[in-house]
């Protein structure tokens, strides 16, 4: 499947300069159409209220942790099929279980290049 | 302090620094710290449990830490900012992140606080365990920055 580089992008991070350097990876490889959240209730709250064809999030975060983000997203019978990177910090085995289990479409550790990102949704909407 | 915690600090800096920022740090030769002050202009400091009790500083250089923001951002950046602060607590979390996936390939699981970013001329890092620290320094084209560790003995 083709990847639509106009698709809407909801990135969600604690962090706004993490947010940024997310932004400017993707621009670099060519995405543009981008919108933030700051932790996982604002960004179901977007997820709500806007049309997003796919999901990057932070899995650290206060209020609603990315894990949490993901786990809300498939049980909404609206929101269910969003494919859902998540990005983390940490590279530990039983986290990568964890969120394949709640059902994310790919998994990518910090720090990574425009490239390494570039491949990760390259896969995801390889499969969809 | 074993030295089994120095090189995965180490390798998490250059990683981290070459992935995000472009910047390749050059790292010289290790030493012992006996004083709290820091060696740069803005620090981030993690604390860390687990395996072993300690903490782990990333103290930069201005010129250094804006070379690698301005980078990380893909903008023009000349002070020492929220951005940079915000930057330095992220870069603390991701090299701890590098660390510790290559201590728990040694059979020493740590886990990470959330790093506290501190700035300004003299300011000083204190270490959960007291100290002296260790401490590694690095070049970089645009100033210096050291990673500063104090990791007490593993738990038999």
Same mark, same amino acid.
């Given at each position: 499947? $083709?990847? $639509?580089?106009?698709?809407?992008?909801?990135? *969600? $991070?604690?962090?706004?300069?993490?947010?940024? *350097?997310?932004?400017?990876?993707?621009?670099?490889?060519?995405?543009?159409? %981008?919108?933030?959240?700051?932790?996982?209730?604002?960004?179901?709250?977007?997820?709500?209220?806007?049309?997003?064809?796919?999901?990057?999030?932070?899995?650290?975060?206060?209020?609603?942790?990315?894990?949490?983000?993901?786990?809300?997203?498939?049980?909404?019978?609206?929101?269910?099929? *969003?494919?859902?990177?998540?990005?983390?910090?940490?590279?530990?085995?039983?986290?990568?279980? %964890?969120?394949?289990?709640?059902?994310?479409?790919?998994?990518?550790?910090?720090?990574?290049?425009?490239?390494?990102?570039?491949?990760?949704?390259?896969? %995801?909407?390889?499969?969809? | 302090?074993?030295?089994? &915690?120095?090189?995965? &600090?180490?390798?998490?800096?250059?990683?981290?620094?070459?992935?995000?920022? &472009?910047?390749?740090?050059?790292?010289?030769?290790?030493?012992?710290?006996?004083?709290?002050?820091?060696?740069?202009?803005?620090?981030?400091? =993690?604390?860390?449990?687990?395996?072993?009790?300690?903490?782990?500083?990333?103290? &930069?250089?201005?010129?250094?830490?804006?070379?690698?923001?301005?980078?990380?951002?893909?903008?023009? =950046?000349?002070?020492?900012?929220?951005? =940079?602060?915000?930057?330095?607590?992220? =870069?603390?979390?991701?090299?701890?992140?590098?660390?510790?996936?290559?201590?728990?390939?040694?059979?020493?699981?740590?886990?990470?606080?959330?790093?506290?970013?501190?700035?300004?001329?003299?300011?000083?890092?204190?270490?959960?365990?007291?100290?002296?620290?260790?401490?590694?320094?690095?070049?970089?084209?645009?100033?210096?920055?050291?990673?500063?560790?104090?990791?007490?003995?593993?738990?038999?």
């Amino acid at each position: 499947m $083709d990847i $639509d580089k106009n698709m809407k992008i909801l990135v *969600v $991070d604690d962090f706004a300069t993490m947010r940024k *350097v997310i932004k400017n990876l993707l621009k670099q490889i060519g995405f543009e159409n %981008i919108t933030e959240a700051e932790d996982g209730t604002s960004a179901l709250r977007t997820l709500k209220s806007q049309e997003i064809d796919f999901v990057i999030s932070d899995w650290n975060m206060p209020n609603m942790s990315g894990i949490e983000l993901l786990k809300a997203v498939r049980a909404d019978d609206d929101l269910k099929s *969003v494919p859902f990177l998540m990005v983390t910090a940490e590279a530990l085995k039983e986290n990568v279980v %964890i969120a394949v289990k709640a059902g994310v479409n790919n998994y990518v550790v910090k720090p990574f290049t425009a490239e390494v990102l570039s491949e990760k949704i390259e896969k %995801i909407f390889e499969k969809l | 302090m074993d030295v089994r &915690f120095i090189n995965p &600090f180490l390798e998490g800096t250059v990683s981290v620094l070459k992935t995000m920022a &472009f910047v390749e740090p050059r790292p010289g030769k290790p030493y012992l710290k006996k004083d709290a002050l820091a060696k740069g202009d803005v620090s981030g400091i =993690i604390g860390l449990t687990g395996a072993a009790s300690g903490s782990m500083a990333l103290s &930069f250089s201005k010129g250094c830490i804006l070379k690698i923001v301005s980078n990380m951002l893909g903008e023009d =950046i000349k002070e020492i900012n929220s951005d =940079i602060r915000d930057a330095v607590g992220e =870069i603390t979390n991701m090299v701890s992140g590098v660390a510790r996936q290559k201590l728990e390939a040694l059979g020493l699981n740590l886990t990470a606080a959330i790093p506290t970013v501190v700035a300004g001329k003299d300011h000083t890092i204190t270490h959960v365990m007291g100290g002296p620290s260790i401490v590694i320094p690095f070049e970089t084209d645009t100033g210096p920055l050291v990673v500063d560790i104090c990791i007490g003995e593993p738990k038999k």
